[in-house]
């Protein structure tokens, strides 16, 4: 019989390994037989723990506002991201001249650059901090980038309003997943960190219509970056009154607050439940040791580097994120348009709109699915069929007569059968793209313990800032050098690689809690261990529901009775 006390033996025994003896170095293997073994026969009805019950729960409306609210940043993410392919066109001459292409550039990457450079120091921030301030100084950073923008009557205005604004997307794009991991019941964590993704998806669909629909405005630019001040400013005053989360501030050592977060949080929490909550979440969350900041930052950076299920947390976090942008995806994303009207297609905005549609609706099945199907199962759909359709474009692309040169495209004669055939592998390929990689990457808050999460987190987002900062800044360059066919036969044979690489190394994380992932991570990547694990978790969960559900009706029929 399965009783989480079970698993949490080797909970404190991976403490004990590669921690609390600080021998970093020795991993323990016998871990992943010991966790093996506790989860062989399945559970029976009795065995549903503390932690099960809670994590058991459907979210409370709590949480269903708190993820709501906190997904804002990932609409911040995507509109941010979204509205600049429009606004270069219709910015034409308002500042004096039409924009050079290296103008445009610059505009278009000082987002994604700002975005780099508070992804990486952010994580440090927010674990010292809280994720609450951190996201609240990132919406003044919105609101100041837009206006800075807003105003602009020169290029270089322009740039530094989308630098700024990028201070607020990375910061943003790394505390909003995070927030709402540790605020979610795991058998619900994958949906609420996909809704965030929805908001990203949302943003940039929402963006590129506003933008269309403006498109002929005098100044119409200056309206939609205008209307991105509204929900930063919303997020900012709402979370004035809202808490942080119960893990971070159990990290600070505030069990009273954390107390009343919990019993708001979750549904059905007793106080016996969420005193042993608490104690779960502390003995597996021992806090950094260090005096100060820079202490406790180098000393963070020591232990995600040297004990080795950290580190295997980092590796499979940071390269989730570069495969997500190294196969290409944001290419189409912002480059859609330009790419359409090069195979001849005149209303190559509205195809555009096809994509950014297709992102956003396909993001909506994953948020059914991802906890039901599980984030290994998903990605393993997702990468192959994008590989495939990679491939199919590529192909298709060696039967059209183009030409990409200074920046620019030569169709020889007018918009083929083959263009018409490209557009429908590239919707192909967006929809592989949106079912699993374009949002398991953003689950990574749940790779790492509580000590680590936020610089893992910082590390994770970083490599996607970078994955999208190369990716824009060269796919043309690709595009002249190694033609269309080229191009996209490099990042098929990229995704045949990632193929590889999760395959090998991607463990089931779906419905175990975020203690029980780093069990799953000692000793090696558990693939087989997580996935029994995993299903396990799922019965219990199904179980629990159905026991809950019974006794609701038993409760109904018997005041049913009474009344009689
Ligand atoms: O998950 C998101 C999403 O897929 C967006 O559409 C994409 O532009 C981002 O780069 C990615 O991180």
Redesign the pocket.
């Known amino acids: 019989m399965l009783l989480d006390t079970d698993l949490e033996s080797p909970m404190k025994a991976l403490r004990v390994n590669e921690v609390t003896s600080g021998d970093y170095g020795s991993d323990s293997d016998s871990m992943a037989a010991r966790l093996g073994a506790s989860i062989d026969p399945l559970p029976d009805e009795d065995s549903t723990s503390t932690m099960m019950a809670l994590e058991d729960e459907r979210p409370s409306l709590m949480v269903i506002f708190l993820t709501f609210l906190a997904s804002i940043s990932g609409f911040m993410?995507?509109y941010d991201?979204?509205y600049i392919s429009s606004a270069l066109v219709s910015i034409g001459d308002s500042f004096g001249a039409e924009l050079t292409y290296s103008e445009e550039q610059l505009i278009t990457a000082a987002t994604s650059l700002g975005a780099f450079i508070t992804a990486v120091i952010s994580g440090i921030i927010v674990d010292y901090f809280g994720r609450k301030p951190v996201l609240m100084v990132s919406n003044i950073l919105f609101v100041v980038g837009s206006i800075i923008q807003c105003a602009a009557h020169g290029v270089w205005p322009m740039i530094v309003g989308r630098f700024i604004m990028g201070f607020g997307v990375g910061t943003g794009?790394l505390i909003a997943p995070l927030y709402i991991a540790e605020l979610a019941p795991s058998s619900f964590r994958g949906r609420l960190v996909v809704l965030n993704?929805l908001g990203?998806?949302g943003g940039?669909l929402i963006a590129y219509g506003i933008g269309a629909g403006l498109d002929s405005v005098h100044n119409g630019w200056r309206i939609v970056v205008g209307l991105s001040i509204i929900p930063p400013a919303v997020q900012f005053v709402s979370f004035l009154f809202l808490p942080d989360t119960p893990r971070f501030l159990i990290m600070k050592n505030d069990i009273d607050k954390a107390e009343k977060v919990i019993t708001r949080i979750y549904n059905g929490a007793t106080p016996e439940l969420v005193h042993e909550k608490i104690r779960e979440i502390q003995e597996a969350n021992a806090g950094i040791r260090g005096d100060s900041v820079l202490q406790r930052y180098w000393n963070s950076v020591l232990e995600i580097h040297r004990v080795p299920s950290n580190f295997r947390a980092l590796f499979l976090a940071c390269s989730l994120?570069a495969i997500?942008?190294f196969t290409g995806?944001?290419s189409l994303?912002?480059f859609s348009a330009t790419i359409f009207k090069a195979i001849g297609f005149n209303n190559s905005t509205a195809v555009s709109l096809i994509v950014?549609g297709t992102?956003f609706f396909v993001?909506i099945l994953a948020f059914f699915v991802i906890d039901k199907v599980g984030r290994r199962r998903m990605l393993m759909l997702s990468l192959p069929f994008m590989m495939l359709f990679l491939a199919l474009c590529a192909i298709a692309f060696h039967f059209v007569d183009i030409k990409f040169e200074n920046h620019a495209a030569k169709l020889n004669g007018s918009v083929s059968s083959w263009g018409i055939v490209i557009i429908v592998f590239m919707i192909c390929f967006v929809a592989s793209?949106?079912i699993g990689?374009?949002?398991v990457?953003?689950q990574q808050s749940e790779l790492f313990p509580q000590s680590v999460r936020g610089l893992g987190a910082s590390y994770a987002t970083a490599t996607?800032w970078v994955?999208?900062l190369v990716i824009s800044s060269t796919f043309f360059t690709m595009l002249e050098n190694i033609t269309p066919t080229g191009t996209f036969a490099l990042f098929a044979s990229l995704t045949a690689v990632s193929i590889v690489l999760i395959y090998f190394c991607y463990p089931e994380l779906s419905n175990l809690s975020l203690e029980e992932v780093q069990m799953v991570l000692t000793g090696g990547f558990n693939i087989k261990t997580s996935e029994k694990l995993a299903k396990k978790r799922k019965r219990q969960h199904e179980l629990h529901r159905e026991r809950m559900s019974k006794k609701a009706e038993e409760l109904i029929e018997d005041e049913h009775f009474d009344s009689i």
Do not use: D, K, L, R
Request: charged share 0%.
């Open positions: 993410f995507g991201t979204g794009s993704c990203i998806t940039q994120q997500q942008q995806f944001n994303m912002y950014a992102n993001t793209y949106a990689i374009g949002n990457p953003w996607n994955g999208s």
